[in-house]
């Protein structure tokens, strides 16, 4: 009732017979196109889309572009020089409409650790469920169990979102269905290492690019597995400290009580700047959040609860906090990532180091965390050096801490409100024949602030992939009820979208 009425709230529209009728022609025409459908996800899931392999990077750029083509597509690489991923970009115009979307996705993946995995990353494989046996899909008849899920790194993020926006237009084309906008896509191929070069990207081509509206498909569904819309993401400011003690590891009975211990300092530096509930302890490090707004909680307030039960799956005593998952993405996040000091041998290590996560919300920048942080540090009396320090610089220094800051942007949410907000959120109800979750902002980054700041349009996500898809882990998955989930939302923001 909750959602409903949010929905309502937001769009005040009710879902017309025409769209019933299109969600059912998908429907029929992906049942009849399983086999298919799920072959492509594979296929893409076997190329080695990754930041450590260019040529697999360039096979699946190459890939994109074609299947483009085959589609009627104007279909393109753009590039911003040599050592980049090429973005593929594809366009098709469509008679007599009014607006272009341009739909949003990246086909690069997280790096892989093939012995975390349980089977070969880029060889996908078929299972019934998380932890389930192995399937022998290409054996089998579909329909295929709903429950199964593809395991293979990029599957679920963002090669589903792709999979399903070239099955969406097929489905569409065999139904006699035309869109209702003009399309373009955009499909990156470095989002995993901070998009680099996609702001040079966007704007080298920003008359070719333009736009009414940018769909993202990055990101999960809401934990309820309730079909999703986003306005928004957190930014991110990566951190690696490394700690120092002595010059070489020492005995720990001969030399501990003595010698410092970077380990026990990187467990100092932690609690300096997050207390026991995650907040982040930095004096003036809120200050630049921008407050939540009485819509955003309204749709907060609206979704389904899922913290109990997503508590009890994950197998944890408390949360961090007692606001909920939802309202705690709302603001700021210091997360640390690892921890490395040592080994089991009783020595007292040398160095310590730990990786930090920063999690933006608006209107906070990168270059200000950072300002923040190592003037709040100081000021605790850390000595904060950029580079490996000398001998001098360690006799000198009580507390040291070597800072090295990785890449980061800042977040973005958009206007909930606006005509192509409440056409969004009521074209994708109307797909899924009920009220969608509607979150303010998502939880996890993508660098969609650049779409907002060069091209002036409203920015919304899309996702489509489950929650528990192991995303930039090991064993990653698609759950094959989401990806046909997804192709009827798809279908739906093409056919049935206008403001």
């Known amino acids: 009732m909750r959602l409903a009425l949010t929905l309502a709230v937001l769009c005040g529209l009710a879902a017309p ?13 992906r049942a009849a196109h399983e086999a298919q459908v799920v072959g492509q996800l594979a296929d893409f899931a076997a190329i080695p ?30 590039s911003a020089g040599a050592g980049a991923p ?33 089977s070969d990353p880029f060889k996908p494989v078929m299972r019934q469920g998380l932890s389930g046996p192995d399937v022998d899909w290409r054996g089998a008849k579909p329909p295929y169990d709903p429950e199964w899920r593809l395991f293979g790194r990029a599957a679920s993020d963002d090669k589903s979102p792709i999979v399903a926006f070239l099955a ?32 040079t990207i966007l704007k080298q081509n920003q ?24 306005f928004g993401a957190r930014g991110n400011a990566g951190l690696e400290a490394t700690l120092y003690g002595p010059l070489r590891a020492l005995h720990s009975g001969h030399y501990g009580n003595w010698a410092p211990n970077p380990a026990a300092l990187a467990a100092q530096l932690i609690t300096d700047l997050r207390d026991p509930q995650g907040r982040i302890r930095i004096p003036g490090f809120a200050d630049d959040v921008r407050a939540v707004t009485a819509a955003e909680r309204q749709a907060i307030a609206g979704l389904p609860p899922v913290d109990e039960a997503l ?29 490395r000091a040592g080994d089991a041998g009783r020595a007292i290590p040398a160095e310590a180091m730990v990786s930090f996560d920063f999690r933006l919300v608006p209107d906070e920048t990168p270059e200000r965390v950072q ?31 070597k800072l090295d800051w990785t890449g980061g942007y800042p977040a973005l949410r958009s206007d909930m409100t606006t005509p192509a907000a409440r056409a969004v959120v009521a074209a994708a109800s109307r797909a899924g ?35 528990d898809n192991n995303q930039h882990a090991a064993n990653e998955n698609a759950r094959l009820q989401n990806l046909w989930d997804g192709i009827e939302t798809y279908a739906g923001l093409m056919a049935d979208l206008s403001w």
């Open 86 to 118: 090429p973005v593929v970009f594809g366009a098709l115009a469509i008679p007599r409409a009014r607006r272009t979307v341009v739909f949003y996705a990246h086909y690069d993946g997280q790096p892989v650790t093939p012995s975390q995995w349980r």
């Open 49 to 78: 889309s990754v930041a450590a392999d260019p040529a697999g990077l360039q096979a699946q750029a190459d890939r994109l572009q074609d299947e483009l083509k085959r589609r009627g597509f104007d279909a393109r690489q753009l």
């Open 371 to 401: 300002a923040k942080t190592e003037a709040y540090l100081a000021g605790l009396g850390w000595t904060v050096v950029h580079t490996d320090p000398d001998a001098a610089v360690r006799l000198a220094s009580a507390k040291l801490v």
């Open 168 to 199: 969406a237009f097929d489905a569409l084309q065999a139904s006699g269905r035309r869109p209702s906008v003009n399309l373009k896509v955009v499909w990156e191929g470095e989002e995993e290492r901070n998009s680099p070069h996609l702001e």
């Open 311 to 339: 508590r009890r799956e994950l197998a944890f005593g408390r949360a961090e906090s007692d606001e909920g998952l939802t309202l705690s993405t709302m603001r700021p996040a210091l997360n640390v990532t690892a921890l």
């Open 207 to 230: 008359a070719l690019l333009a736009a009414d509206l940018w769909l993202i498909g990055d990101g999960p569904l809401h934990q309820s597995r309730t079909r999703t819309i986003y």
């Open 433 to 467: 024949g009920g009220p969608v979750a509607v979150l303010p902002m998502m939880g996890g980054s993508v660098p969609i602030h650049l779409f907002a700041d060069i091209f002036q349009v409203p920015v919304i996500g899309l996702p489509i992939v489950n929650h």
């Open 17 to 29: 017979a025409a769209a019933a009728d299109l969600s059912t022609q998908v429907r029929a025409w």
